[in-house]
């Protein structure tokens, strides 16, 4: 047995690199893969028939349950590696074969990997995508009936707390361990990473395009071609914000299609 087949499905290089060092401890993982979003997710869980899936929910292009929806016909074992919601996370606790929320502790990394080894040894495969049926429509349900709160965040400016919602950030910068948040006419410096606070926002209202700038959706007016091929964001206080060329597709496909955009500045 030359040893299982493990996939790392995670847009963070550095979450990545944490589970694949932790995998190569384990003498009975053989190959481990890497993808970086739910296309690249798709396109290696189809090609190579992974037995274990290790799979984060939020990433560019979509979510892991898309992932999860397309699988083939001998899906893998899935274990969540996820900062999501724990309400939502028990919604599924009794389906799926175990979730890890992050930061990824080593012991409790081995357990679920015991879990996910003895689930591949003793699969039925038509048991399994129903049972993967079943815990993605009890998180998509867990999701919608979870009421939706306006985030807010306090920020220091000189000696006095100022409060921020949600409602009110027109985009967001990464700066070092910092976030710089942008709203009408003023910015603060916010100390949380841009990775986490994004966890934070709803991605109904916002969306990641560069790995250093999150912006409302509805604070972008157009999108333009710039030299190079390279693609801009101008925000409504005319702002304009670089979109990154791992992003380019996910902005095309959840902005574009709704828009009516400039002929001058239509995407090609």
Excluded: C
């Amino acid at each position: 047995m030359t040893g299982f087949t493990v996939l790392v499905v995670d847009d963070e290089p550095l979450a990545r690199r944490r589970l694949v060092r932790l995998l190569g401890k384990l003498n009975w993982v053989g190959r481990i893969e890497q993808a970086a979003d739910v296309v690249e997710a798709r396109s290696k869980t189809l090609e190579l028939q992974p037995d274990i899936l290790l799979l984060d929910i939020l990433m560019p292009g979509g979510s892991g349950f898309d992932v999860l929806e397309q699988l083939g016909p001998e899906p893998p074992i899935v274990v969540f590696v996820t900062a999501f919601d724990h309400h939502a996370l028990r919604a599924f606790e009794a389906n799926a074969v175990d979730y890890l929320t992050k930061p990824v502790e080593p012991g409790r990394f081995g357990l679920a990997m015991e879990r996910a080894k003895s689930a591949v040894a003793a699969r039925n495969q038509t048991d399994r995508i129903a049972e993967l049926q079943e815990t993605i429509a009890a998180l998509k349900h867990a999701l919608r009936e979870q009421p939706r709160q306006n985030q807010e965040f306090w920020v220091k400016v000189r000696r006095e707390h100022i409060r921020i919602t949600e409602d009110r950030i027109i985009r967001i910068q990464a700066e070092r361990d910092y976030v710089r948040i942008h709203v009408d006419g003023a910015e603060y410096l916010y100390h949380e990473t841009l990775t986490a606070l994004e966890q934070r926002l709803s991605p109904e209202d916002f969306i990641r395009i560069h790995r250093s700038t999150i912006v409302r959706r509805n604070a972008i007016t157009r999108i333009k071609q710039a030299p190079f091929a390279a693609m801009v964001a101008v925000m409504k206080d005319g702002t304009e914000v670089r979109i990154g060329r791992t992003y380019a597709a996910v902005v095309r496909n959840q902005l574009t299609k709704n828009w009516e955009i400039n002929p001058s500045n239509a995407l090609r």
